[in-house]
């Protein structure tokens, strides 16, 4: 089965785009209490500064903005080269002053006190969605060129995860493949997009050779998000299409509401998995289509998230309607 072809791929790049254009600035922030962009507290970004800012978080310290080749900086800094270090990247239309990384940042120094970097690329990404391609393909060297500083200040690559959503994944998967330095440990892909990806190569979108380990958590398939796998490991949340809880596509009044709802379980879900290593056991898949008509019924002991228990494959997993989103024993 084609799960999308060009033609709907061409039709749902313009349909979508044109909606978040329209609909994003009022349903994120009246909706879902987001921070808006014009807030006082601007943690960390400087608004003077580069396209692309990385801004690193610890527990109880001051957000830290981390700027490329300038040592003083870094030594300034309270980076902790024997703590792993999680970079966080949002997706189109965003920054990290929103939930996609505000709330997984607060997850990962809930469990441990990590190294958190948000990188910011709102600048590259505030506009139209094909210049928002370009942009990540910047944004991309950009965050290469982070790592194989960090790796210059001797940050193993074995510490390293990028996690991306939407974008922001493909952002990630093209850092990866740029590297010189080695791999990075892992790459978490949350919902990685589909329009205007769906033909390309792997030298500019995730794949599986863009880290040692790439997981993906599946959530809009062929609306927002990538259907087919991407990962060494592809999880497929309630069939990775629609999500319990969220608006009906069909409902003209609420589609705003309803792409940003489902897009935005892949990080939301993975929030939860930081704090809860067994908040999504799974299920194993053969194909996509079986994931897509939830008839995955081998049972395993993989837990979505919690990379100890992963064995490479197609995985699906139910979810509550809302948080907390993982299913009862």
Same mark, same amino acid.
């Given at each position: 089965?084609?799960?999308?072809?060009?033609?709907?791929?061409?039709?749902?790049?313009?349909?979508?785009?044109?909606?978040?254009?329209?609909?994003?600035?009022?349903?994120?922030?009246?909706?879902?209490?987001?921070?808006?962009?014009?807030?006082?507290?601007?943690?960390?970004?400087?608004?003077?500064?580069?396209?692309?800012?990385?801004?690193?978080?610890?527990?109880?310290?001051?957000?830290?903005?981390?700027?490329?080749?300038?040592?003083?900086?870094?030594?300034?800094?309270?980076?902790?080269?024997?703590?792993?270090?999680?970079?966080?990247?949002?997706?189109?239309?965003?920054?990290?002053?929103?939930?996609?990384?505000?709330?997984?940042?607060?997850?990962?120094?809930?469990?441990?006190?990590?190294?958190?970097?948000?990188?910011?690329?709102?600048?590259?990404?505030?506009?139209?969605?094909?210049?928002?391609?370009?942009?990540?393909?910047?944004?991309?060297?950009?965050?290469?060129?982070?790592?194989?500083?960090?790796?210059?200040?001797?940050?193993?690559?074995?510490? #390293?995860?990028?996690?991306?959503?939407?974008?922001?994944?493909?952002?990630?998967?093209? +850092?990866?493949?740029?590297?010189?330095?080695?791999?990075?440990?892992?790459?978490?892909?949350?919902?990685?997009?589909?329009?205007?990806?769906?033909?390309?190569?792997?030298?500019?979108?995730?794949?599986?050779?863009?880290?040692?380990?790439?997981?993906?958590?599946?959530?809009?398939?062929?609306?927002?998000?990538? +259907?087919?796998?991407?990962?060494? #490991?592809?999880?497929?949340?309630?069939?990775?299409?629609?999500?319990?809880?969220?608006?009906?596509?069909?409902?003209?009044?609420?589609?705003?509401?309803?792409?940003?709802?489902?897009?935005?379980?892949?990080?939301?879900?993975?929030?939860?998995?930081?704090?809860?290593?067994?908040?999504?056991?799974?299920?194993?898949?053969?194909?996509?289509?079986?994931?897509?008509?939830?008839?995955?019924?081998?049972?395993?002991?993989?837990?979505?998230?919690?990379?100890?228990?992963?064995?490479?494959?197609?995985?699906?997993?139910?979810?509550?309607?809302?948080?907390?989103?993982?299913?009862?024993?």
């Amino acid at each position: 089965m084609d799960l999308a072809g060009p033609f709907a791929g061409f039709i749902t790049t313009v349909t979508i785009v044109a909606t978040l254009l329209y609909m994003n600035g009022h349903f994120r922030q009246q909706k879902y209490g987001l921070v808006p962009n014009n807030t006082e507290d601007n943690g960390g970004l400087d608004p003077n500064g580069p396209d692309v800012q990385f801004i690193l978080y610890k527990r109880n310290s001051s957000p830290f903005n981390l700027v490329l080749h300038d040592q003083t900086k870094f030594d300034e800094s309270r980076f902790n080269k024997s703590s792993p270090t999680k970079i966080i990247i949002h997706g189109f239309l965003s920054g990290i002053r929103e939930e996609v990384f505000t709330l997984n940042k607060d997850a990962f120094l809930k469990k441990a006190d990590y190294n958190v970097i948000g990188m910011d690329w709102s600048a590259l990404c505030e506009f139209e969605y094909l210049s928002a391609m370009r942009g990540a393909q910047i944004a991309s060297q950009y965050l290469a060129e982070m790592i194989e500083w960090l790796v210059m200040q001797d940050v193993s690559l074995t510490d #390293i995860h990028l996690i991306g959503h939407s974008l922001g994944a493909h952002v990630a998967g093209m +850092a990866g493949s740029k590297l010189t330095s080695g791999k990075v440990s892992r790459i978490t892909g949350l919902d990685p997009a589909l329009p205007g990806y769906y033909e390309r190569g792997p030298q500019v979108k995730l794949d599986p050779g863009d880290a040692e380990l790439v997981d993906v958590v599946h959530t809009y398939m062929k609306i927002l998000g990538y +259907a087919q796998p991407l990962g060494h #490991i592809d999880f497929y949340a309630n069939g990775g299409r629609y999500q319990p809880g969220c608006p009906d596509i069909y409902d003209i009044w609420k589609i705003g509401e309803s792409l940003h709802c489902n897009h935005a379980r892949s990080y939301q879900y993975f929030a939860e998995s930081i704090l809860n290593p067994k908040a999504f056991r799974c299920r194993r898949c053969s194909s996509v289509e079986e994931a897509l008509g939830e008839n995955c019924f081998e049972d395993t002991d993989i837990y979505m998230g919690e990379p100890s228990t992963y064995r490479n494959g197609l995985y699906f997993f139910r979810t509550r309607n809302s948080p907390p989103f993982s299913p009862p024993p």
